[in-house]
Each structure stands twice: as C-alpha cells, then as structure tokens.
C-alpha cells in the first residue's frame, strides 16, 4: 500500500485546500508567559512543526477566560492584547505551508483547584477527585458571555493570519459537560432534551461564524462518546453530529474520553482496540454515512499503512496524531515521504498498575518533550517515566 493517499491535498467546504491528509491534534504545551501570552519557547515549537510537514497544525487549547485555565501557562485569547505574538507563532507555524488552526476552550470543572477557586459548570456536579473544587452553575448572562468570548477568540485566530478554528468539544471540558447528562442537570434552555443541552455548543459554532465570515474554517473536536456511564452517549454524539453537520462545519475531528476515563490517550481500551490502531474508528465509519462534514480521526493511529488505508477506504479525511507530533516533529513529512512507517511513541508504563490503569503520566511525559523542543533540543524518547512521575506528583517512586 503506498502512502499516496496520505499525501492528496484536500478542499475544505469554504474552498480553503489542505495540502495533505495528516493533522497534528491539539497539544496543550503549558509553555506560555505565565499570563498567557505565546512565548519565544512557543515560536520555537512551532517553527519546529511548522517545518515537520503536516496539513494542518491545531494548537494545544487556548482559553477563552483567564479565570480558569486548564492547566499553567496555556495560552490566553481574550481580547487583542497578544494579537502579535500569535501573528508571530502563526508565521512560524505557516512558514511551509502548513494550516494552523486554533483550538478553543474553557475547562469548565476540569480545571485543577491550585488553579480555579471558583470553577463553573453547566451544573454543580464535582470532579470525583480532592484536586477539583465543585463547580457553580453558570448564570445565564455567563453562558451568553462565554458564548461571545469563544467568537473572540475564533476573530483572533483569523486575524492573526491562522487559517482556522476549532471548538473543543471533547474530553470533558465545558462544552463536553454541556452535552452530557451526568454533568449538565439544568432545567433551563440549556439542559434536559439533547437539543437543549447542545445549544451551547451550536450557539458557539454561529457565534464564530458570524465573527469570521463565511470563508474561514471553522471545525469542532467532539467525542465518540464519554465512555462513562450515565454520559454521554454514542447515539447522542450521532445526533449532535449530525446538528453540526446541518450547520456546515468544515471538519469534525472525532475523540472520545474525559480526564476521569482517558480514553482519548487509549487508557483502559481493550488490546484488541489499541492493536487496530485507530480506537474510535467503527465510530466514524458510522458518522460517515449520516453525514457530509470533512471527518478527522484521532487517537491511536501509528502505521502509515492503517492511516493510508482509512483515507483511500474513504472512511475519513484527515489522520489526526497527537503523542507522535511530541516525539518525532517530522513525522507527518516522514510518513508521507515512507521514510517512517511507524510512529510508534513509548507505552510510558511504570509496571504500577494504580498509576498505568489512569494513564496520568501520558500528558506530563509527551509536555516535558515539548519543553525539550520550546528550547530548541530534540524530543528525548528515553525520558524516564519515573522522572515525570516525582516531578508531577512531588513524590518518591514507590518501591
Ligand atoms: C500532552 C498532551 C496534550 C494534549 N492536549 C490536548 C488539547 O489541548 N486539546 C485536545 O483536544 N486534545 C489534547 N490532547 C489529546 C490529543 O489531541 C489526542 O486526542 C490524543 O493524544 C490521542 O491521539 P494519539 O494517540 O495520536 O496521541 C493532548 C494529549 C497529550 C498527550
């Protein structure tokens, strides 16, 4: 099987051309100013993935609010203030050809409490973990806010020269716990029916669009399901799909977890799942025929020959690597062009199975690489496990 397919430019329903098929998903860096300002290190890692050969480049999550953060140092897009420093990042990142796209959030009740005394949510519905504070419900004046502030943030993208925005709608961040039942329990316009419950996130959507005009691509990254029971479900996910398909996206990237069951990064799937590589791939195949949206799937891909076969089986149109983009920067050129075939990245297991099971290793190890890379040293493969694990909880590996 060749890697052609891989490599076929692709149109967008607003005309813009994608010069190939391998996106780089959202990876939140943490290498921000402390006050969310795209930093040198920023410009740095994006030089290097601006050169690594990939479609389209989504940024790690960019918050709508400074009040709550998903995690330190994320950028920030809430007003002009930095307009020049993501023009700047956007030059880099664009500097071949790549598309770079800014991804948009607002953590909701995912956000840690050393960062967020005060989170908000749909509802009040707490994180199951001492780490989180419980979230208040939003007012409904702070939903028609936040709802403005995700359109600000889409107007900065496109001024700044990005070729595109995406919604986060995944993961369990605030648009995800719109969606889901466990976590949205309103009784408003906002909640109850799965049309209510997803207002929010089609608010969202013509909010930008009005913002960014009918020429700018704008996309959503949305989840499978939550994997959680009670959450939100497949069927559901099918129908809110098909509400955004209604309105016209122009990619709609498929996921799937939250940080209580981290699906998205293969934690807990069955072997067989994560030897097929592609884990929410019977899901998409499903999506395709219901809708007429540019799809992109993410999670588990590594062998060119799997993701070349899912483009010329037309089951998607785009591959989205994440973990791979922290390791090997080149690898969207280097699949392309056969010179990888495998971008296998390190299992990250400690042998501990209270701390393998949870895959909480996963996001420090692959942002401790982009660390590396913000200043300017290669990514390092063999960066011990246990190193990440002392620096992220304070403490000693067991013995
Ligand atoms: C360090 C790190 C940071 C991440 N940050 C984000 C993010 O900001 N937004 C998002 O949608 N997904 C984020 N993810 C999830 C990835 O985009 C992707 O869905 C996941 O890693 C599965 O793809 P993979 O198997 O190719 O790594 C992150 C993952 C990692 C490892």
């Known amino acids: 099987m060749s890697n ?16 190939n098929r391998i996106a780089k998903s959202a990876l939140s860096e943490g290498i921000a100013e402390a006050n ?66 800014m991804q948009i959030n607002h953590p909701g009740r995912q956000s840690p409490k050393y960062l967020d005394q005060a989170p908000v949510s749909a509802s009040n519905v707490g994180m199951p973990s001492s780490l989180y504070i419980q979230p208040r419900p939003l007012t409904e004046d702070e939903i028609y806010d936040l709802i403005e502030r995700y359109g600000t943030a889409a107007l900065i993208a496109k001024k700044s020269g990005m070729k595109g925005a995406q ?58 399901a939550d994997f959680q029971r009670g959450a939100f479900t497949e069927e559901e996910s099918m129908e809110v799909i098909q509400m955004l398909d209604a309105e016209g996206m122009d990619l709609i990237e498929v996921s799937g977890g939250t940080y209580e069951r981290a699906a998205m990064v293969g934690t807990q799937q069955k072997e067989s799942t994560k030897k097929r590589e592609a884990y929410f791939i019977d899901f998409i195949v499903k999506v395709r025929e219901k809708v007429k949206s540019p799809l992109m799937l993410t999670g588990g891909f590594r062998t060119a020959e799997t993701m070349a076969k899912a483009i010329e089986n037309k089951e998607l149109d785009f591959v989205g690597l994440g973990r791979p983009f922290c390791v090997f920067p080149n690898v969207a050129k280097d699949l392309i062009s056969g010179a990888m075939t495998d971008c296998t990245v390190p299992d990250l297991l400690t042998g501990v199975d209270k701390i393998d099971m949870t895959g909480m290793l996963q996001t420090p190890w692959h942002q401790f690489q982009l660390v590396r890379m913000g200043k300017g040293l290669p990514p390092d493969p063999n960066m011990d496990v246990w190193y990440v694990y002392e620096k992220v909880t304070g403490r000693k590996r067991p013995v």
């Open 4 to 19: 052609n397919a891989l490599s076929q430019s692709f149109k967008l329903p607003t005309g813009v051309t994608v010069k």
């Open 36 to 101: 969310g300002r795209p930093s040198e290190a920023l410009f740095n890692l994006y030089d290097q993935w601006g050169q690594g050969g990939a479609g389209i480049l989504f940024t790690g999550n960019v918050m709508v609010d400074k009040a709550h953060l998903v995690n330190a140092n994320v950028m920030i897009a809430e007003d002009e203030a930095f307009l020049a420093d993501y023009t700047t990042m956007t030059n880099k990142a664009q500097a071949s050809g790549s598309h770079l796209w």
């Open 167 to 224: 919604i986060h709608g995944a993961h369990g961040y605030l648009v995800s716990q719109f969606l889901s039942p466990l976590t949205n329990l309103r009784k408003d316009k906002w909640g109850g029916s799965l049309e209510n419950r997803a207002r929010f996130v089609l608010e969202i959507y013509r909010n930008m669009r009005k913002k960014v005009g009918a020429d700018f691509p704008l996309g959503i990254k949305i989840n499978s």
